[in-house]
């Protein structure tokens, strides 16, 4: 096996045991830890990709700024104990676990396994190192996709705004 | 089985979506809820880089930003309003919150 695939297998690993824990562990201060792990396994996955960017800001965004968000969060509402009324009654749990194994299998039965897309993109054939690089994504992101862009800065101007008024205190 | 191909990481996005949407189903603590919908959204991440990395298109690895981007004003809206919530009732339990059930 090469170390790509070492890299892969171990990663897969962890991050199907890990976000399988979040949904179950009854603590939820656990919940958030593990799921953490479960997003620096994500950007590990990124670099096998060749997308080193995106991995950074998986990173820096996801498990730095979003997660401490979930765990103030946790820490300010006095969760960090099991709440009684946490789990689903076992009727619901079965519906979902059928649904989720009935999901996974039509994936597989649909040959998502053995699925390979011809390389027919406007940049193929590109090595994957330039094309997952800061470079590359800063000149998609500045030229093709600005209108975008602009309007995620306001998205996220209105949901800052949003949030400071929904968490203020009445008075 | 050595060879990794689209095919394994477009399998584990499934499957990481899979346990995030089992997630939304079984869990009644709103912010595991919201939990979650985060692994969800890292499941579909997976899935765009993959593509954009396999057919040779940026615009898979711009739209994984605009992802996390949204994820973040998702998460940030979604806690204020869990905290309201709280505030208003003392409990996280999303079958408390009936207000607008029809």
């Known amino acids: 096996m090469t170390g790509v695939a070492i890299a892969f297998w171990v990663l897969a690993a962890v991050a199907v045991l890990c976000s399988l824990l979040v949904i179950t562990s009854r603590n939820p201060v656990a919940s958030v830890l593990y799921l953490v792990v479960t997003f620096f396994c994500l950007a590990g996955l990124f670099v096998t990709l060749h997308s080193h960017f995106l991995a950074a800001v998986q990173v820096i965004v996801y498990a730095g700024a979003i997660m401490v968000l979930f765990l103030f969060v946790v820490m300010l509402l006095n969760l960090g104990t099991p709440q009684w009324f946490d789990v689903a009654t076992t009727p619901l749990k079965a519906v979902a676990l059928m649904l989720g194994i009935g999901f996974v299998g039509a994936l597989a039965a649909a040959g998502v396994g053995d699925f390979e897309p011809s390389a027919t993109g406007p940049a193929a054939g590109v090595d994957p190192d330039v094309l997952g690089s800061t470079e590359a994504i800063a000149t998609a992101l500045y030229s093709a996709y600005y209108l975008p862009f602009l309007v995620t800065a306001l998205l996220l101007l209105v949901a800052m705004v949003g949030a400071v008024v929904l968490a203020r205190r009445e008075r | ?102």
């Open chain 2, 1 to 102: 089985m050595s060879e990794i191909g689209v095919g394994h990481y477009l399998t584990l996005s499934a499957i990481l979506f899979t346990i995030g949407a089992i997630g939304v189903l079984t869990r009644k603590n709103a912010i595991i809820v919201f939990m979650a919908i985060e692994i969800m959204l890292n499941a579909a991440n997976l899935a765009f880089v993959t593509f954009a990395m396999s057919i040779g298109d940026l615009g898979g690895l711009v739209m994984v930003l605009f992802v996390i981007a949204v994820a973040a004003a998702e998460a940030a809206v979604g806690l204020a309003i869990i905290v309201a919530m709280y505030r208003h009732r003392e409990t996280v339990n999303v079958e408390a919150f009936t207000a607008m059930r029809g």
